[in-house]
């Protein structure tokens, strides 16, 4: 009989990032998480697919910002979600550009994400499709089953939807409380709380 308590469903590290032991998070080295950052089992986030810098004979000394996906605080990345950067040509030369979301971004299950960046306080629904290179500005809430094509730029409290997607309402006043996840946030983990009623 082992004396060790049971391993838990999540990792907490200690800016209580809850990160699944069921995710896959491959380039670690490349991937910041701002902190109180769900990741859901089966939840992909592709850090091997960093900028690769050339080295240069001139090195001003200091390292090279090799993060190809940064995550702000309180955002939850549903189940079977996956996060990588887009690719282009970039000076002749094929290379990988940084994705950027910051604080209180839901992402829902099953969704891809390719964004250039994320703005805060955004809402990503199931099943959505999110185009290279796409900027996404704050408080957006994107609808289930919705393809945002590449490089389109999404403008703050929009409501977007369709395949293609396209602005189809505004977030309305006084609506911005449902972007906040907090409590969201303290329902999930190896000691959940119950959702305040």
Do not use: W
């Not at 049971?6 to 990160?19: A, H, L, R, W």
């Not at 670690?28 to 769900?38: A, R």
């Amino acid at each position: 009989m082992s004396r060790r308590p049971p391993k838990g469903e999540y990792i907490e590290t200690d800016t209580g990032n809850k990160v699944a032991r069921k995710a896959t998070l491959v380039g670690t080295q490349n991937i910041m998480l701002g902190g109180k950052t769900v990741i859901q089992p089966e939840v992909m986030i592709r850090g091997d697919l960093a900028r690769s810098v050339p080295p240069t004979s001139s090195s001003g000394g200091a390292p090279a910002n090799n993060t190809a996906v940064a995550i702000g605080r309180y955002c939850f990345l549903s189940r079977g979600c996956v996060l990588r950067p887009a690719g282009r040509l970039y000076k002749g030369v094929f290379t990988y550009m940084p994705l950027r979301m910051n604080d209180h971004v839901f992402v829902g299950p099953g969704s891809v994400i390719q964004a250039a960046s994320i703005g805060s306080h955004v809402h990503i629904g199931a099943r959505v499709v999110v185009g290279e290179l796409a900027i996404i500005k704050d408080y957006v809430r994107i609808l289930d089953d919705s393809i945002v094509p590449p490089n389109m730029v999404i403008p703050s409290f929009s409501i977007v939807a369709g395949q293609p997607a396209r602005v189809i309402g505004e977030v309305p006043e006084g609506g911005h409380e449902a972007f906040e996840l907090r409590d969201l946030y303290k329902t999930v983990g190896n000691n959940p709380q119950p959702a305040p009623s």
